[in-house]
């Protein structure tokens, strides 16, 4: 099973929790930070489109010789876990897509994705509780404790 990333997202941080864990129990987990994302190099050129991450997983899947797998995305991911299976059905042996949405690009204004982006740039490595309201439907005390704790990394 391949855990594709969603938008924030740090393999050295992240780890499989809550219903993610219960749906990787079981089987084989691939995971992996996509370019400009975690511990990956921020200085490359990329398209960051859902095609192109779709695209990304089948280059990790090809160069660790997987020929099928199921892939769970969650937020952003789901957009590109329904991509691939779209494009790539015969490398894709399941979905799961946790709390996704279906519209892709076009799904916020320029000027508001661009905003989003500026506020993480500015409060990433903090803690800041700015950004988890954003990304956490009303977390408990707990959740975002653990959550802004992950930001500081």
């Known amino acids: 099973m391949v855990f594709v990333p969603a938008w924030v997202h740090s393999i ?11 749906i990787a129990e079981g089987f084989r987990v691939v995971q992996y930070d996509k370019q400009g994302t975690g511990l990956s190099d921020r200085t490359l050129d990329f398209d960051a489109g859902f095609e192109r991450h779709a695209d990304e997983v089948i280059e990790l899947l090809d160069h660790l010789r997987i020929e099928q797998a199921a892939r769970i995305g969650r937020s952003q991911s789901g957009p590109v876990v329904l991509d691939a299976a779209a494009r790539f059905p015969e490398r894709v042996s399941r979905v799961v897509v946790i709390a996704g949405y279906a519209k892709g690009p076009g799904l916020f204004k320029p000027s508001a994705t661009g905003a989003m982006v500026e506020v993480v740039k500015h409060h990433w490595g903090y803690g800041s509780k700015i950004l988890t309201d954003m990304f956490r439907m009303t977390p408990t005390a ?3 404790d653990a959550h802004s704790e992950w930001m500081r990394r």
Do not use: C, M, N
């Not at 050295?12 to 219960?22: I, N, Y």
């Open 12 to 22: 050295d941080a992240s780890g499989l929790v809550g219903e993610s864990a219960a």
């Open 142 to 144: 707990e959740q975002s």
